[in-house]
């Protein structure tokens, strides 16, 4: 059976369920108490530290008590049902880290894991007394645990296997046709998860501006999206790489059967590796796989591969600036179960290393975060959908319950914004290139999709495909030079 070994809680989420005064909880009549001491002690610290949540109305169900805490209401409300008193010792004792493991095992479970993240992320005090408790302790096991998974070359390779080599087949239970795994954008409210991924590519390639002339290198090849997209509808050449053994196979296959080979050249090796120089640079959701500690590599590698007058787009996952130091230092659920070595930079740290590592400028920055919660939430739709699939696959329910509080606390952190995600355009100092926005063209033309996987479910037509002739918002479905305005209803660049 394939398990990902015990949760950690990416969410201090649970911590919500634990809700109520701590004299409330303990003498109220029908509550089954712990049956261990510890357990007892630890649930007493817990809810001495739970009784402030504000903004939200939760209820906890322990037996047959009830506790209606918070705000009745508040719009934002969850239900967490507690099923074994340990989850209380987990919490205490490993915080945030604790409460996943603890989820992942059974311990409790709750009616709208979102929700319960995001009642915790408005209430950060609650989470730093928690984890700045007893929980303390196994902290310092946890960042000795962190510093063995540094993203040195040889620790890359062993911390991207770790995740992405987890099986092509589970990963294509949940994500869309293009196989992308990151933020889409999403055109319209209505947009499916397909049409949102296909807008952002062609959204990329167009502030990348590129040309049939162009020499495109991308660093993090994930399946072959990027590059499939710019080298069919672009005619540009295309060099990526990826350290990822199952998603370099699967890459090599799709570009084989969509006959881009002259186009396309797929590598395996570390980005520190790549030599040449390239016109545009594209780097999607990769430099989180990066490490705080070779930041700078990171940007001097760009500023390396690029021509004089290059331009580079990274898309990236981001925290707040004052949160960034305590945790970058730190070890969460995500850190531990989802992806080791992993870490989330903010704006203000890619800014400092960009410019002490490179003569890059930062040209154009767009905040997509509330495109992230939406995506987030169709994986976990879609995966959730699929759990028969996927255990039928060799993953069991430990497994699956993991993935389930993992897309919950991503989609409740980007819904608070605790978390963000942005696109950043960087441009050499020979480039002097047109405003971006003005330029952008979202009326895309589109053909007849048809895809290249070897899955059936990929090989369908996208349902909203229409006629090229067709128009969008009263303007020519053209891509050629046109300057239109943001439409509320583009139409989607086939896959090729």
């Not at 502030?207 to 499939?228: F, Y």
């Not at 997209?229 to 350290?243: E, K, L, N, P």
């Not at 696959?393 to 608070?416: P, S, V």
Request: proline letters at 5%; hydrophobic letters at 35%.
């Amino acid at each position: 059976m394939k398990t990902s070994g015990t949760v950690t809680a990416a969410s201090a989420s649970v911590d919500a369920a634990v809700s109520q005064t701590a004299d409330a909880l303990l003498h109220a009549p029908n509550l089954p108490a712990p049956q261990k001491w510890l357990d007892r002690v630890c649930r007493d610290a817990l809810l001495a530290r739970l009784h402030d949540i504000q903004d939200a109305h939760l209820t906890v169900l322990e037996g047959r008590h009830i506790h209606r805490l918070g705000n009745a209401s508040a719009d934002l409300r969850a239900t967490v049902t507690i099923h074994d008193p340990e989850a209380w010792r987990s919490i205490a004792l490993n915080g945030s880290v604790g409460s996943g493991e603890s989820y992942m095992t059974g311990d409790w479970d709750c009616d709208d894991l979102p929700a319960l993240v995001r009642i915790l992320a408005r209430n950060k005090d609650v989470l730093d007394r928690i984890d700045s408790g007893w929980a303390s302790a196994g902290k310092y096991a946890m960042k000795a645990w962190n510093y063995f998974h540094r993203n040195s070359e040889k620790g890359s390779r062993r911390n991207i296997a770790a995740h992405y080599d987890l099986g092509n087949a589970m990963f294509e239970q949940f994500l869309d046709p293009t196989m992308m795994y990151s933020s889409a954008i999403f055109p319209r409210q209505d947009s499916s998860l397909e049409q949102a991924s296909l807008y952002k590519l062609e959204r990329i390639c167009q502030k990348l501006q590129l040309t049939p002339k162009d020499h495109l290198i991308e660093i993090g090849t994930g399946w072959g999206a990027m590059a499939l997209y710019a080298a069919s509808h672009y005619s540009c050449r295309v060099t990526t790489t990826t350290i990822s053994e199952e998603q370099y196979q699967r890459t090599k296959e799709r570009v084989e059967a969509a006959g881009l080979q002259d186009r396309i050249t797929l590598l395996k090796q570390d980005y520190r590796q790549l030599e040449g120089e390239f016109d545009k640079l594209v780097s999607i959701e990769m430099i989180e796989a990066v490490g705080h500690q070779y930041l700078n590599t990171y940007f001097q590698t760009i500023d390396r591969l690029l021509k004089p007058d290059g331009i580079a787009l990274i898309q990236a996952i981001t925290i707040d600036d004052w949160r960034y130091e305590h945790a970058k230092s730190n070890v969460d659920f995500i850190k531990r179960y989802i992806f080791p070595g992993g870490f989330l930079p903010c704006a203000t740290a890619i800014q400092q290393a960009m410019s002490r590592s490179t003569e890059l400028k930062t040209v154009h920055l767009e905040d997509i975060t509330p495109h992230y919660a939406e995506t987030l939430r169709r994986w976990r739709e879609a995966f959730l959908s699929r759990r028969n699939t996927i255990e039928s696959l060799g993953y069991d329910q430990t497994f699956i319950r993991l993935w389930d509080f993992y897309f919950a606390y991503c989609e409740g952190g980007f819904d608070e914004r605790v978390i963000g995600t942005v696109q950043m355009v960087f441009a050499k100092p020979r480039n002097q290139r047109p405003p971006i926005l003005s330029n952008l063209n979202t009326a895309m033309e589109t053909r007849p999709l048809s895809l290249v996987l070897n899955n059936p479910r990929h090989a369908t037509v996208l349902s909203a495909v229409t006629n090229p002739s067709t128009t969008v918002s009263g303007t020519p479905s053209t891509r050629s030079g046109a300057s239109h305005p943001i439409h509320t209803e583009p139409k989607v660049m086939p896959w090729p």
